[in-house]
């Protein structure tokens, strides 16, 4: 009698321990995968981690890593966003993504890259000068900053006053450029224009900032 009453505890033993297993492995979501964007404004990677057993799909990885790489090269992207755009990608997967971004700035810390186009900011920066952004509103007087303009699109400045919700950007280069634009009239008199081109000097909300000029390559 006392070897079969052994016999059914352990039986209940390896029972409960079954039922212990079930419930631990029942509570942990195996489609939880752990993704960290890995940029430094100019080059973008993706690292993946997760507790589901067997192949990731590859299809679902790569269409991370693109839509990554253009977010990050999108002046329009924030770190929220792209988190965002990473998780319906796999979601359509069947993955719940819990997603990172890692830069040479620190974790989420955004990186943009971008050109001069102009030499507004001579002597400091050259026109076609390769620039690497940190997305940021963390601004402070004397910062080289790029903005979006109305008019101009996006525009590479000097941070010289911050008032209230209002920024005034400047131009490192001062010089007036003077030259003569030339007109032919309907009756055939050409007409000369003498032009002066200042560089932009402009106020705009401190919304329109995307961030900081932290590398010039």
Not at 39 to 54: A, E, H, P, R, S
Not at 108 to 134: C, F, H, K, R, W
Not at 179 to 185: A, G, I, S, Y
Request: hydrophobic share 40%.
């Amino acid at each position: 009698m006392r070897s079969t009453n052994w016999l059914i505890l352990g039986l209940l033993s390896i029972i409960v321990i079954a039922v212990a297993a079930s419930a631990i492995y029942n509570g942990l979501d195996t489609n939880n995968i752990n993704i960290v964007i890995n940029t430094n404004g100019t080059n973008t990677d993706i690292n993946y981690q997760t507790m589901l057993y067997g192949s990731i799909p590859q299809e679902m990885i790569q269409k991370i890593k693109d839509k990554s790489t253009s977010d990050v090269e999108s002046s329009n992207s924030t770190v929220n966003s792209i988190k965002s755009d990473v998780k319906n990608i796999a979601s359509k997967y069947n993955y719940n993504a819990n997603v990172k971004i890692s830069s040479q700035f620190g974790t989420d810390q955004l990186p943009m890259p971008a050109t001069v186009n102009g030499t507004s900011m001579v002597p400091t920066l050259q026109d076609g000068q390769e620039i690497i952004v940190l997305k940021t509103n963390n601004l402070k007087v004397g910062d080289i900053v790029v903005a979006v303009h109305p008019t101009y699109g996006l525009i590479v400045k000097r941070l010289s006053i911050i008032d209230a919700n209002q920024v005034y950007l400047t131009s490192d280069n001062k010089n007036v450029e003077i030259f003569n634009n030339e007109t032919t009239l309907p009756n055939g008199t050409v007409e000369t224009v003498t032009v002066k081109k200042t560089p932009l000097n402009t106020w705009l909300p401190t919304n329109n900032v995307i961030g900081v000029v932290k590398v010039i390559e």
